[in-house]
C-alpha cells in the first residue's frame, strides 16, 4: 500500500493555519487520502492469516473508506506469542526508561506531524466533526502519549520502613502483555489513554480497535514502529468483538485485559478472563450522568449553553453524556426552553464542513437504536419538546436532530439506559435530598455535575454523589493529571494520571536480610 505521507506534506507545514480552511479544501484532502485497512502484527502490516475482511463505511454518506483485515483467533495467537517474546526478550521491558521516553516523545512528534491525516481518518470513520477531530480528539491523543513518556522517569518506587538489619523494597514491574480493546466512539483519544500508560511501564500492548472505526489505530501502528517501538511492542488486529476480541480475552498468554465499552460487553469480558487464567482486568463501561441544575446557580445561561453540549456533542456518542438533566422544580420552565433554545447551535452538518457543530451517528446499527429509544420515550409518555427525526437522508448518511425529552420519570427507560445518542431526558426535582436520590438512582456512576452558587451544597453533593468524576459548574471538567473511571457498573479502574500506572504494573515486595550488624562498642574497639 502506498505511504499516504506524502499527501500530508504540505499540512505539516501548514498546520497552525487549519482553522482557515472551507469545507471543500477538506473534502479535497478527504478524497486523496490513501487508507490502510491491514492489521499490524511483529512489525509488519499483514492481511489476517485466512484473508477474511470486512467493509469500513463511512456515516458521513454510506461510502466503503476501506476493505480491512478481520483478524480472528489465529491473528491472535500470532499477536499474543510476538508480544510474549519481545516482553521476555527485554528489548523494550528493560528497556532504561529514559529510553522508552525518548522513544515515546518521538511516537507523539510523529502523531502530531500526522495530525491532520489522522483527523480526516477519525472524521471520515466515525462521524465527528472535523473540528472536534483536530482541535480535540488529535491533541489529546498526542498529550496522553506526551504525558506517560514525561512520567516514566519520575515515578519512584518504595522503601519499606525496616529494622537495620534489614531491607524491604516495594517495586513495580510491567504486567507482560496486555491486550486493549477500545471503543468506536473515540477511537484515538481511548486508544492512546490506554497505549500511554501500558507502554510507559514497559508492556507489550496489542490493540484492538472497534470494527466500526479501527483507521487511526491502524494508521498509529506505523507511527509507532518509525519512532523506533520493537517489533511486536505495539501490534493492532481489527475486527469483530465476538471473534479477535474474544480470542484476546480468553487467551491463556494475555496477562491484562484493558476495555472500554457498553457494561454489556464488560460482563462478558469479566467471564472470559475467570474462564481462561484470571488476567486482570479493567473497564470503563457505560453511564447515564446526571447534569444537576439549581435554582441558585450563579449563571443559568452558561449552565443551559452547558447543558446542551454536554449532550448533543459527538453526536451524544460519550460515555460520559449528561443525558440526564436534573432541574429544580422552581426554574424547570425556564430553564427547559433555554436549553431547548439552544438546539439551533447543535443541528447536524457535514462532519467536514468546519462550521458543523455536530456530524453523523457512527453506522446503521446506532441510528436505529437511537431512533428506537425516542419511540420508547414516546410510549412511555415523557414529552417530546424538540427534534426526534433523522435528517440529512438523502445524503447516505446516518443523522439525527438533536432531541428532548420533558417531565420524565426516573423509572422511564430513556432514563435508566444508556442511548449513546443525542437524546436528552429533562427531569424536575424537589430540593437536594431529592436530586441526589434522582442522580444516585441508576446502574452506572461514571459521571456527574452539579450547578450551584452555594460552596457548602456543592462540596455536599459531590460527596454524595456516587460517580468517579463530579463536576462543579462545569461539564466533562478535568485534565491528563485527573483520574477518570467509574462506580458501580460503569466499572473499575481509572484510565488518566499516575493512577493508570495500577493497571499495567505488578506490584512486588522484595524482603533482603543484611545480617546481624556488629555493636558499635565491638566495631571501635
Known amino acids: 500500500m502506498a505511504d499516504a505521507s506524502h499527501t500530508f506534506t504540505q499540512w505539516q507545514l501548514t498546520h497552525g493555519q487549519f482553522t482557515q480552511w472551507q469545507f471543500t479544501q477538506w473534502q479535497e484532502q478527504a478524497d486523496a487520502l490513501s487508507i490502510n485497512g491491514l492489521a499490524f502484527i511483529h512489525g509488519e502490516y499483514t492481511h489476517a492469516q485466512g484473508r477474511e475482511t470486512f467493509e469500513c463505511r463511512s456515516p458521513?454518506?454510506?461510502?466503503?473508506?476501506?476493505?480491512?483485515?478481520?483478524?480472528?483467533?489465529?491473528?491472535?495467537?500470532?499477536?499474543?506469542?510476538?508480544?510474549?517474546?519481545?516482553?521476555?526478550?527485554?528489548?523494550?521491558?528493560?528497556?532504561?526508561?529514559?529510553?522508552r521516553k525518548d522513544v515515546l516523545l518521538r511516537f507523539a512528534d510523529l502523531?502530531?506531524?500526522?495530525?491532520?491525516?489522522?483527523?480526516?481518518?477519525?472524521?471520515?470513520?466515525?462521524?465527528?466533526?472535523?473540528?472536534?477531530?483536530?482541535?480535540?480528539?488529535?491533541?489529546?491523543?498526542?498529550?496522553?502519549?506526551?504525558?506517560?513518556?514525561?512520567?516514566?522517569?519520575?515515578?519512584?518506587?518504595?522503601?519499606?520502613?525496616?529494622?537495620?538489619?534489614?531491607?524491604?523494597l516495594v517495586t513495580r514491574e510491567p504486567i507482560g502483555v496486555v491486550a486493549a480493546i477500545v471503543p468506536w466512539n473515540f477511537p484515538l483519544s481511548m486508544a492512546s489513554w490506554k497505549l500511554g500508560p501500558a507502554l510507559a511501564?514497559?508492556?507489550?500492548?496489542?490493540?484492538?480497535?472497534?470494527?466500526?472505526?479501527p483507521l487511526t489505530a491502524i494508521r498509529i501502528a506505523g507511527l509507532a514502529k518509525e519512532a523506533g517501538l520493537p517489533d511486536g511492542v505495539l501490534q493492532v488486529l481489527p475486527g469483530f468483538g465476538h471473534t479477535v476480541g474474544r480470542a484476546l480475552a480468553e487467551h491463556m498468554d494475555v496477562d491484562c485485559l484493558a476495555f472500554t465499552g457498553s457494561t454489556r460487553v464488560a460482563k462478558q469480558l469479566m467471564i472470559y478472563a475467570g474462564e481462561s487464567n484470571m488476567k486482570r482486568v479493567w473497564l470503563e463501561a457505560g453511564g447515564k450522568?446526571?447534569?444537576?441544575?439549581?435554582?441558585?446557580?450563579?449563571?443559568?445561561?452558561?449552565?443551559?449553553?452547558?447543558?446542551?453540549?454536554?449532550?448533543?456533542?459527538?453526536?451524544?456518542?460519550v460515555c460520559t453524556a449528561g443525558s440526564r438533566l436534573l432541574v429544580e422544580q422552581t426554574i424547570y420552565d425556564q430553564f427547559l426552553q433555554m436549553v431547548v433554545d439552544e438546539v439551533r447551535n447543535w443541528k447536524?452538518?457535514?462532519?467536514?464542513?468546519?462550521?458543523?457543530?455536530?456530524?453523523?451517528?457512527?453506522?446503521?446499527?446506532?441510528?436505529?437504536?437511537?431512533?428506537?429509544?425516542?419511540?420508547i420515550g414516546k410510549g412511555e409518555g415523557a414529552q417530546l419538546v424538540e427534534g426526534g427525526c433523522r435528517i440529512n437522508e438523502e445524503s447516505?448518511?446516518?443523522?439525527?436532530?438533536?432531541?428532548?425529552?420533558?417531565?420524565?420519570?426516573?423509572?422511564?427507560?430513556?432514563?435508566?439506559?444508556?442511548?449513546?445518542?443525542?437524546?436528552?431526558?429533562?427531569?424536575?426535582?424537589?430540593?437536594?435530598?431529592?436530586?441526589?436520590?434522582?442522580?444516585?438512582?441508576?446502574?452506572?456512576?461514571?459521571?456527574?455535575?452539579?450547578?450551584?452558587?452555594?460552596?457548602?451544597?456543592?462540596?455536599?453533593?459531590?460527596?454524595?454523589?456516587?460517580?468517579?468524576?463530579?463536576?462543579?459548574?462545569?461539564?466533562?471538567?478535568?485534565?491528563?493529571?485527573?483520574?477518570?473511571?467509574?462506580?458501580?457498573?460503569?466499572?473499575?479502574?481509572?484510565?488518566?494520571?499516575?493512577?493508570?500506572?495500577?493497571?499495567?504494573?505488578?506490584?512486588?515486595?522484595?524482603?533482603?536480610?543484611?545480617?546481624?550488624?556488629?555493636?558499635?562498642?565491638?566495631?571501635?574497639?
Open 60 to 99: 458521513i454518506d454510506g461510502r466503503v473508506l476501506a476493505i480491512v483485515a478481520s483478524c480472528q483467533q489465529d491473528d491472535a495467537d500470532n499477536a499474543v506469542i510476538a508480544a510474549r517474546r519481545v516482553f521476555e526478550g527485554g528489548d523494550w521491558s528493560r528497556m532504561p526508561p529514559r529510553g
Open 111 to 168: 502523531m502530531e506531524q500526522h495530525s491532520l491525516e489522522l483527523a480526516l481518518l477519525e472524521t471520515l470513520d466515525m462521524g465527528k466533526t472535523i473540528s472536534n477531530s483536530i482541535g480535540d480528539d488529535i491533541p489529546g491523543s498526542i498529550g496522553a502519549i506526551r504525558w506517560y513518556a514525561e512520567a516514566l522517569d519520575k515515578v519512584y518506587d518504595e522503601i519499606a520502613p525496616t529494622p537495620d538489619s534489614e531491607l524491604g
Open 201 to 213: 511501564a514497559g508492556n507489550s500492548v496489542i490493540l484492538k480497535p472497534s470494527e466500526k472505526s
Open 289 to 317: 450522568s446526571p447534569n444537576i441544575v439549581f435554582a441558585d446557580a450563579e449563571d443559568l445561561e452558561q449552565a443551559a449553553k452547558t447543558a446542551a453540549m454536554a449532550i448533543f456533542y459527538n453526536q451524544g456518542e
Open 348 to 375: 447536524p452538518g457535514h462532519p467536514l464542513d468546519p462550521e458543523s457543530k455536530a456530524g453523523a451517528i457512527v453506522d446503521d446499527v446506532q441510528l436505529k437504536n437511537v431512533l428506537d429509544y425516542i419511540e
Open 396 to 525: 447516505g448518511g446516518y443523522y439525527v436532530q438533536p432531541t428532548i425529552f420533558a417531565n420524565v420519570n426516573n423509572t422511564m427507560r430513556i432514563a435508566r439506559e444508556e442511548i449513546f445518542g443525542p437524546v436528552l431526558s429533562v427531569i424536575p426535582f424537589t430540593d437536594e435530598d431529592d436530586a441526589i436520590r434522582i442522580a444516585n438512582d441508576t446502574l452506572y456512576g461514571l459521571a456527574a455535575s452539579v450547578w450551584t452558587s452555594h460552596l457548602g451544597k456543592a462540596h455536599h453533593c459531590a460527596r454524595r454523589l456516587r460517580a468517579g468524576s463530579v463536576w462543579v459548574n462545569t461539564y466533562h471538567g478535568g485534565d491528563m493529571t485527573a483520574p477518570f473511571g467509574g462506580f458501580k457498573q460503569s466499572g473499575n479502574g481509572r484510565d488518566k494520571s499516575l493512577h493508570a500506572f495500577d493497571k499495567y504494573t505488578e506490584l512486588k515486595a522484595t524482603w533482603i536480610s543484611l545480617g546481624a550488624r556488629d555493636s558499635l562498642s565491638d566495631r571501635i574497639s
